[in-house]
């Protein structure tokens, strides 16, 4: 076999690629050949090339995701597919999905952060959910009293979201469109029961000026939000000391938080 030729290396790449069963750099697949039978860089490129145009028509195509490259299923076979496996997807919460998208929209961003424009407080669990799934990481400490973790998405999450790099996220209008329009409980011109109008108007009375509680911020105003920080995303953090150990229990005492809402579900 001539390596040099760049359609008999597309063959041995598919092999290598299928075997792997997952993403491949092209630095890795470099270093699978000895050194006097690799070849150079622009074959690599145009044999990836050759095989990426002969898996049209097929059910499977050649991806490049932030991880590097990899043979999958194509996406609208997912149906047939998925009925290989008797587990049901995972279904991740809405609090999960909208941390995981500010996460990603306005990284390094802390939890403290996330909270103050979801309106609730983040459930631990939904962190290291997303740390054990390896979609998220720490890249440092925010200075500032207390010291909060920074969280930033990692090539994990690429590719798990079949995505290059961040530059590939949907921009926020495609995802506002997803959002439902808002459907009322109660038709505006019901009579309301004289008795529980009554009741409602003593609650009002009874409360003053008192405060009212803070309401969860809703998904179309997360995007809104969203929208003032799309701009000058940093994708890159490579620039950033590596993270310190996290600062002691007693440290954080002195400086700590304000209380906030009841976490989500």
């Not at 490129?45 to 028509?57: F, K, N, P, T």
Request: proline share 8%; net charge negative.
């Amino acid at each position: 076999m001539t390596l040099s030729d760049p359609h008999q290396l597309a063959t041995v790449l598919e092999g290598l690629l299928l075997a792997a069963g997952k993403p491949m750099s092209l630095e890795r697949l470099f270093e699978l050949f000895e050194e006097h039978e690799r070849p150079d860089s622009g074959v690599f490129r145009e044999a990836l090339g050759i095989l990426a145009r002969s898996c049209e028509g097929r059910a499977f195509e050649l991806k490049e995701v932030a991880s590097g490259y990899r043979l999958q299923v194509r996406e609208r076979f997912a149906p047939w597919v998925g009925r290989l496996w008797e587990e049901r997807p995972q279904r991740y919460s809405r609090a999960l999905l909208e941390t995981l998208a500010l996460i990603a929209y306005r990284q390094p961003i802390t939890r403290g952060e996330i909270e103050d424009v979801r309106g609730v407080a983040v459930n631990s669990n939904i962190t290291k959910t997303l740390l054990e799934r390896e979609w998220i990481r720490v890249v440092g400490y925010r200075d500032v009293p207390g010291r909060p973790a920074m969280f930033a998405t990692t090539k994990g999450f690429l590719d798990h979201f079949n995505l290059k790099s961040l530059d590939e996220l949907p921009p926020l209008a495609a995802l506002r469109e997803l959002e439902p329009e808002p459907q009322l409980a109660l038709d505006d011109e019901a009579e309301v029961p004289e008795g529980l109008q009554a009741r409602a108007d003593l609650a009002l009375q009874e409360e003053g000026e008192a405060a009212e509680p803070r309401e969860e911020t809703s998904f179309r105003s997360l995007l809104a939000e969203l929208d003032t920080m799309e701009l000058g995303l940093k994708t890159d953090f490579d620039d950033l000391p590596e993270p310190e150990s996290e600062p002691e229990p007693e440290a954080l005492e002195a400086d700590e938080p304000e209380p906030r809402p009841a976490a989500d579900d």
